[in-house]
């Protein structure tokens, strides 16, 4: 730390994002991309937007909203486009919460609510899971705070139903209740239905995992226009041109792109099914999840160890040190023939 840093950040702790090696290459089951490809009508608009970078990109992505608000049913005025969902949450920290409108969400949950707290300086209630790793949606009813919800939930995969969902929102009038799908495509219900029901809803969403859009920087927000235009508000007080020209054009094609965006996701659900069973077969336990990537743990074996041992055989996975997740390791759901290899190489660790 220099001698200048602002006081006010003195205590932060940065997020750790998960390893991005380069020095070797891994099965990388560490971060839920897609192993697959993005659309090659994304890549092809993309590479078209190449051409004119040294123009300033739609700092409104009027294209791109359009083409969204007809996937998702909206008005154009409902969509706030940023550089990845963080910025959206970061947005939304700092919109909606401040010392007298704290937050609440789960202990174990996706880990940059509480960075984005600190950092805001917004006071924040970490309510612990269930001991099956599942939400209390009676914990988040009449919260009478901002709450923050993963749904499906990380690193678990856990989803709620919608119907819960909009108990927590319709008992919280005066409250945001943030809805993070950044896994709902593989096959939880989305709370975009309710949009125009909640004022106080906002639902943030992400083209990083099922989209194939990780490298890209594409997160959206939606919500009630009120809402979308206060994050707009710093929006344009901090990066108006937050989105590249490539992204952007990249991300409308993946909306425009409809089938190849099912395609993926259904492949990646199949994956996803056969690969439980396989670690089932050899003794894993699992939530049950519904996102793309599973959390199990082995009897037999730590978390660390394991996480170790496959690392050594060129599979990395993510292991996560707090205290009721350290048996565990997140496994992102990759191709089949990477769920292969992962399957043999703990067939050799667990000889
Ligand atoms: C990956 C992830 C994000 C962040 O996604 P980006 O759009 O890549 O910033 C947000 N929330 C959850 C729960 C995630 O797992």
Redesign the pocket.
């Known amino acids: 730390m220099s001698r200048f840093f602002s006081r006010r950040f003195d205590a932060l702790t940065p997020y750790t994002p998960g390893e991005q090696p380069r020095e070797r290459k891994f099965v990388k089951l560490n971060t839920?991309e897609s192993p697959y490809p993005p659309s090659p009508m994304a890549l092809r608009l993309a590479r078209q937007a190449a051409g004119d970078l040294q123009l300033y990109p739609d700092p409104e992505c009027t294209a791109l909203r359009q083409e969204a608000a007809a996937r998702f049913g909206l008005k154009p005025s409902q969509i706030l486009f940023v550089n990845?969902?963080?910025?959206a949450?970061n947005l939304a920290f700092m919109a909606f919460c401040d010392e007298t409108r704290p937050a609440r969400f789960p202990d174990v949950t996706?880990g940059?609510y509480k960075v984005y707290a600190a950092l805001h300086g917004v006071p924040y209630e970490e309510v612990p899971l269930r001991e099956d790793f599942s939400v209390d949606p009676a914990d988040y009813k009449g919260a009478g705070r901002n709450v923050f919800l993963?749904n499906p939930n990380?690193p678990t995969g856990m989803a709620l139903p919608l119907a819960e969902v909009e108990e927590i929102v319709a008992s919280n009038p005066d409250n945001v209740v943030l809805i993070?799908e950044?896994?709902v495509d593989f096959g939880a219900e989305s709370a975009v239905s309710l949009i125009d029901k909640y004022e106080n809803l906002l639902v943030v969403q992400?083209s990083?995992?099922s989209r194939s859009l990780?490298g890209g920087?594409l997160?959206w927000a939606l919500g009630n226009e009120a809402l979308i235009t206060d994050l707009n508000t710093l929006k344009y007080s901090s990066n108006p041109y937050c989105i590249n020209r490539m992204s952007m054009a990249a991300g409308l094609g993946s909306f425009a792109d409809e089938e190849y965006f099912r395609w993926c996701c259904g492949e990646i659900v199949k994956t996803r099914e056969k690969s439980k069973e396989a670690l089932r077969a050899l003794g894993f336990e699992m939530t049950p999840s519904q996102a793309n990537f599973l959390f199990v743990r082995h009897p037999r074996v730590p978390g660390a160890a394991l996480y170790a041992a496959l690392r050594e055989k060129g599979v990395l996975v993510r292991h996560f040190d707090a205290p009721r997740l350290s048996d565990y390791n997140r496994i992102t759901v990759g191709s089949p023939e990477e769920m292969e290899t992962l399957i043999e190489a703990l067939k050799e660790i667990l000889k």
Request: net charge negative; glycine share 10%.
């Open positions: 839920n990845g969902s963080d910025d949450l996706y940059f993963a990380a993070d950044a896994y992400t990083s995992k990780a920087r997160g």
